[in-house]
């Protein structure tokens, strides 16, 4: 997997995305990083080489940053306007759809109406909620079919993408075991998050208020409930 991490678009000058790459983010192995600790993330998930581009002259600076792994190639593109970017992300997803194409192991006709067992599918990845490398491709294994195949039917079938559906599923259990005594600590990692920070953000984004929060607001008064039935 590729990372493509925009500096500009974290500090807030935004940048041009594309419906068309928007589309092929989900089955193209490229990810579009909006901070450091989404690079972070997809690291861990298994990364081949960081492109990072900037409008600046300069590299980020170092307290910006954190240290990757030694073996990650990283690339750094500077001095770059919103069409250069596009262009970017453009030829960068391009090399991957061919390489994708050129790897691609050939499969019978009927592999391409292959039926997908949904129910199945579903119930896997909710039994597998607190695994943090539970992927797309693992998935798509329990049906047989390759992943960009499953990815563009699940598209299709919820009108999400499975990482969205994913996140989606976590972060619905998260707000469950909240309401419990579980600490936040213990729900993050309960739920496939392995960095509490991390979390904390997709918790905020989804929820609107972070994990901390919601659990002082939503336990106080569902132990305050309890007490006074007793």
């Keep these: 997997m590729i ?13 041009i995305v594309g419906h068309e ?25 298994g990364c081949g080489a960081l492109f990072t581009m900037t409008s600046r002259t300069e590299p980020p600076p170092e307290g910006d ?11 750094l593109i500077t001095h770059v306007d919103k069409q250069a970017k596009l262009l970017i992300r453009f030829f960068l997803f391009y090399l991957a ?22 129910n199945k599918s579903i119930q896997y990845i909710q039994d597998n909620l607190d695994n943090s490398e539970l992927s797309l491709e693992e998935v798509a294994k329990q049906n047989y079919v390759c992943k960009w195949h499953f990815s563009k039917m699940f598209k299709k079938q919820f009108g999400i993408t499975f990482r969205e559906f994913l996140i989606q599923e976590r972060i619905d259990l998260a707000k469950r075991m909240l309401l ?12 496939g998050y392995g960095d509490l920070t991390h979390f904390g953000r997709m918790f905020q984004k989804k929820v609107g ?6 659990k002082s ?14």
């Design 97 to 118: 759809s061919l390489s994708l194409d050129s790897n691609r192991p050939l499969q019978p006709s009927s592999a391409g109406t292959h039926e997908i067992d949904w």
């Design 180 to 191: 419990t005594d579980e600490s936040v600590t213990n729900v993050c990692y309960a739920v």
């Design 21 to 45: 790459i928007e589309e092929m983010q989900e089955y193209v192995p490229i990810r579009c990083a909006m901070h450091w600790e989404e690079v972070g993330a997809c690291v861990q998930e």
């Design 209 to 214: 208020m972070p994990p901390s929060r919601f």
């Design 65 to 75: 940053r954190g240290a990757l792994p030694s073996g990650v190639p990283q690339y």
């Design 217 to 230: 607001m939503h336990w106080k008064k569902t132990g305050s409930r309890e007490g006074s039935l007793g």
């Design 3 to 15: 990372v493509l991490w925009d500096v500009d678009q974290e500090k807030g000058s935004g940048t």
